[in-house]
């Protein structure tokens, strides 16, 4: 689904910068797709790609067990870039030497280039770079040369370019290496012949296109949570096949103030899309009374949902397909270095059962872009842009911030504060900056006072983090008058909270949510 351009592919070793890799070439106008490095060369050459990023990772080339790519794969004619492991799988399997560099090498170095022209095209000739490397390139293959040397690394830089092949020990997709971004547009673009022409609006005409074939006169249906990635999957589908979309909006009771009443506003009033909008809140009350541990609330929550959703899928009749708004990273499984399941923090709620569960045919149309490329369709396709950028929202919603027992009037209080601290965020011109920001409200009571009288009232803490992928984030820091302006407001304008208090735990070690 990417229009005319051709991909620039990234086989992943198990780099934990494959993606950055994937979204710096999209940076550069060209379309990227990540595979796992034993694709086979059939495989890769069906996807006609305009050139091959071949990725870093944990592994020695040197190790019996190194992951390899087929060599068949330099045969195909195709481009490549090999970036530190991936440089060294290009000597190594071409006849060149790689060896241990006795220290690790790790942190920043000057690269010193003889390429002016081509590769380095604009890039400084004495310019920083990032290393993290064991072994390096010690002798090089037959008809590479050295474009590139710092002073640890003699061959930080190679390049066979009568075969477009190139290699860099250093990362050039990370922000230490303030050149890099210079360094992959000319592979993509000078070495790869990439035109630069994918854009977001050049994937939407593409995207739409391929929902019409895909669907055909074939009805679909969508769980819409007012999310960015659900709320853009149903306006682009919508686009594609009009009034065959029915989107299924469920207020759980769990919503944050006037949530309803704006996605019914957005996706029904300016949209014209078909929406059914279910009120479960009682529902939603009844399964939760007497519940107050996190896995079981989720784990009510959850299929209470998983219930409504196919209650309405019944009655909407004949459906085809069940659409998702499904992202890249949650598509891409990168090669573990290590081995084995992961551990579950938190069973996390999403409409993941049910497809199996529903015997549908799936439609994701999202499933290639990032979550930056998201908001921009949004944005192409005029969501407004609370919509477009509006923080993460948990499926089980404010039923995992209401720590302790939910009930309606906790919710209530809680919805009220929550208004209140994203108010003042958008108010100071925070709310971008702030990748999720947060209340809970604690089963806590604290003594206070306001006027003359005693209370006895609950206990609010605020979070709001900054993160890049929600895997780790770290505690805002505000301004002191900021923190001090929602206090005073929860304190003054919400009935049962006395107290604020401000978390600064970063993830690790908290999660983001309480529960
Ligand atoms: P934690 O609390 O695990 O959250 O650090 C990481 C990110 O995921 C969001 N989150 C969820 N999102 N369904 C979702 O779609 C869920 O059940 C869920 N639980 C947590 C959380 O808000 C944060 O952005």
Known sequence: MHGAERPVVVLDFGAQYSKLIARRVREARAFSLIVPYSISPDELKALDPAGVILSGGPASVLAPDAPMPDPAIFDLGIPILGICYGCQLLAHQLGGRVEPCGKREYGVAHLEHRDSRGFFQGVAEFT???????????????????????????????????????????????????????????FVHTVCGCAGDWTMGSFLEAA?????????????????????????????????????????????????????????????DNFQINLRYVDAEDRFLERLAGISDPEAKRKAIGN?????????????????????????????????????????????????????????????????????????????????????WRHPFPGPGLGVRCVGAVTKERLDTLREADAIYIEEIRRAGLYREIWQALVCLLPVRSVGVQGDERTYEEVCSLRAVTSEDAMTADWYRFSPDVLQRVASRICNEVKGINRVLYDVTSKPPGTIEWE
């Open 304 to 388: 209470l949902f998983i219930e409504i959703f196919d209650e309405e899928a019944q009655s909407v009749g004949e459906i085809d397909f069940l659409a998702q708004g499904t992202l890249y990273p949650d598509v891409v499984e990168s090669v573990s270095a290590t081995g084995g399941p992961s551990v579950t923090i938190k069973s996390h709620h999403n409409v993941g059962g049910l497809p199996e569960k529903m015997n549908l045919a799936l439609l994701e149309p999202l499933r290639e872009l990032f979550k930056d490329e998201v908001r921009a369709l949004g944005a192409e396709l005029g969501l407004p842009e609370d919509i477009v």
């Open 128 to 186: 920083q770079v990032w290393m993290s490397h064991g072994d390096a390139v010690a002798a090089l293959p037959e008809e590479f040369e050295t474009i590139g040397s710092t002073e640890n690394c003699p061959h930080a830089a190679i390049a066979a370019p009568a075969r477009r092949f190139y290699g860099v020990q250093f990362h050039p997709e990370v922000v230490h290496t303030p050149q890099g971004d210079r360094i992959l547009s000319n």
């Open 208 to 268: 739409t296109e391929e929902i019409r074939q895909k669907v055909g006169e074939g009805r679909v249906l969508l769980g819409l949570s007012g999310g960015v990635d659900s709320s853009v999957a149903a306006v682009l589908i919508h686009r594609a096949i009009g009034d065959r979309l029915t989107c299924v909006f469920v207020n759980n009771g769990l919503l944050r103030k006037g949530e309803p009443e704006r996605v019914q506003q957005v996706f029904r």
